[in-house]
């Protein structure tokens, strides 16, 4: 089945780090993916991992990835509150010649000053 | 450059009536990718455009469709609309159907069927 799961809330302190967590299920994902959506706007791809890799790091940006336990995570270092914001995991599916993305629900980040 | 526009931002529907949903993409981009998200069922997958071509579709009844014009934009029509259907609907553009290729995302249509 394809299913992407994250829990839906996390709250941290400015400055301190925040790890936002996704485990999905199709292991023939090759690609998968973070975005950022704030208040009142579209989704904004923050970063993305091909499945051969473990890290992928980028800025105040780490992404780790489990591929044996579909485990995907999202670490962002001196989180600011401007970070505030639902961060949303994807994978995405070879579908009939092209590619389908699954999200999973979100997670809302509240950082507090 | 502006980004992906997506109009109207806001409607309100009753049940049974149809609507229509219009996305511009950023000019250059030929992919076009409808989400309809919902508080329950998170963000999903509605349809892929490009080339005029449906090119991926997810798990929708045919109430839902959609087409791509040759300037690349894009509509998606919701018929027999029903109190579930209210949701933000995302557009997303980009410049191939590649997986690495971003995505750029509309501020949503937010529709609301009473």
């Known amino acids: 089945g394809e299913d992407v799961e994250q829990s839906l809330f996390l709250s941290v302190r400015e400055g301190d780090s925040s790890v936002i967590n996704c485990t999905y299920t199709?292991?023939?994902?090759?690609?998968l993916y973070w975005y950022k959506q704030e208040p009142g706007a579209g989704l904004q791809l923050l970063t993305y991992?091909?499945?051969?890799?473990d890290m992928k790091q980028d800025q105040r940006l780490t992404v780790l990835l489990n591929k044996k336990d579909k485990h995907l995570s999202l670490r962002i270092a001196d989180t600011q509150t401007g970070d505030s914001a639902i961060y949303f995991c994807?994978?995405?599916?070879?579908?009939?010649?092209?590619?389908?993305?699954?999200f999973g629900t979100g997670t809302r980040l509240k950082v507090l000053a | 450059k502006a980004g992906v526009t997506q109009t109207p931002r806001y409607l309100i529907k009753t049940r049974g009536q149809q609507v229509t949903l219009s996305c511009s993409p950023i000019?250059?981009?030929?992919?076009v990718s409808w989400y309809q998200q919902t508080p329950g069922q998170g963000l999903q997958f509605l349809f892929e455009?490009?080339?005029?071509?449906?090119?991926n579709k997810g798990n929708f009844p045919g109430r839902f469709s959609g087409r791509q014009f040759s300037n690349s934009r894009s509509e998606m029509n919701v018929s027999t609309l029903e109190l579930g259907d209210s949701a933000l609907y995302l557009c997303?553009?980009?410049?191939?159907?590649?997986?690495?290729?971003?995505?750029?995302f509309g501020q949503g249509t937010r529709l609301t069927v009473v």
């Open positions: 997303a553009s980009s410049l191939e159907p590649d997986r690495t290729t971003e995505a750029f």
């Open positions: 199709d292991s023939s994902s090759t690609y």
């Open positions: 991992i091909f499945s051969n890799m």
């Open positions: 994807a994978e995405s599916l070879a579908a009939s010649g092209t590619y389908k993305y699954i």
């Open positions: 000019s250059g981009h030929r992919s």
């Open positions: 455009y490009f080339s005029e071509t449906q090119r």
